[in-house]
């Protein structure tokens, strides 16, 4: 099941050990999740392998009580140790998860879902953890079934990326390919419209007809999408914007484009 379950139950009160030295670094081989959001989903999520927890005493008081497996250690720390333990201006909100990244995902896996109104995301070069968290976020409010990024030139899942995607990152697969074009192909294989955003489209996204299989294909932010990228895609479509601004957010423009998807869809 490609949408990555999430469990009922409450996320774990955490034990007040006694005070220990914490060591982050026994631990380092691990991918470091870091928020209020994101470490709830994680926690939630039966499919994460966790190492280690790291919380100040004022964050684990905002938890309700559940049970957590004994084999991972929670430690009680002060928000300077997470300061230095973690990246510069990472806003941790007095927490840190230490875990296994999820299983890798294939194009293939997508296909099988075999979804009549399947919509998936595609990201061109996007390279900002950040603006990549923030789609998978609107993916996830949006019904998405997967955001599709090219392995070259996209940054690894990090803290920041799923402190942006606010625990999104536990339920829409993440899926690096290593040809975007033959992937979009495969995807148009199966039935999936293509439909790429592109300011200088004729047509907007209002008349383009996005029912059935739909993949959302996104540029980058003031450049777009590469020429092979674009002539791979079935349709392009542009949002209408005032001739004031250049280019929209990405995150902000794959929402649009995700609302306007349902709309049709629904309409």
């Given at each position: ?53 790291l919380v100040t ?203 306007e998807r349902n ?5």
């Open positions: 099941m490609l949408k990555r379950p999430m469990s009922k139950r409450k996320p774990p009160h955490f034990r007040r050990k006694p005070e220990q030295t914490p060591s982050p670094h026994k631990a380092a081989s691990g991918l470091w999740i870091y928020g209020i959001h994101a470490c709830r989903a994680l926690l939630a999520n039966p499919q994460r392998r966790i190492h280690q927890i005493r004022h964050t684990a008081d905002l938890f309700d009580p559940a049970d957590l497996p004994e084999s991972v250690p929670v430690q009680i720390v002060e928000r300077t140790f997470l300061d230095a333990a973690l990246p510069p201006e990472s806003v941790h909100q007095g927490i840190a998860i230490n875990c296994e990244p999820l299983p890798d995902l294939d194009i293939a896996d997508i296909i099988a879902l075999e979804r009549a109104d399947s919509v998936v995301v595609v990201l061109d070069q996007a390279n900002d953890p950040r603006n990549i968290g923030s789609v998978m976020r609107s993916a996830a409010a949006f019904g998405a079934d997967a955001v599709i990024v090219p392995d070259r030139g996209t940054p690894e899942v990090s803290g920041s990326m799923a402190k942006a995607a606010a625990g999104a990152l536990e339920s829409i697969p993440f899926v690096r390919v290593t040809n975007l074009a033959r992937s979009l192909r495969k995807l148009k294989d199966a039935g999936y419209w293509c439909v790429g955003l592109d300011g200088t489209a004729t047509q907007t996204l209002a008349q383009t007809d996005m029912t059935g299989k739909t993949a959302i294909v996104m540029g980058a932010e003031g450049t777009g999408l590469r020429q092979l990228t674009a002539e791979t895609c079935d349709f392009l479509a542009k949002i209408p914007i005032s001739g004031e601004v250049e280019s929209l957010n990405l995150s902000i423009a794959t929402s649009i484009a995700l609302y709309r049709t869809k629904t309409g």
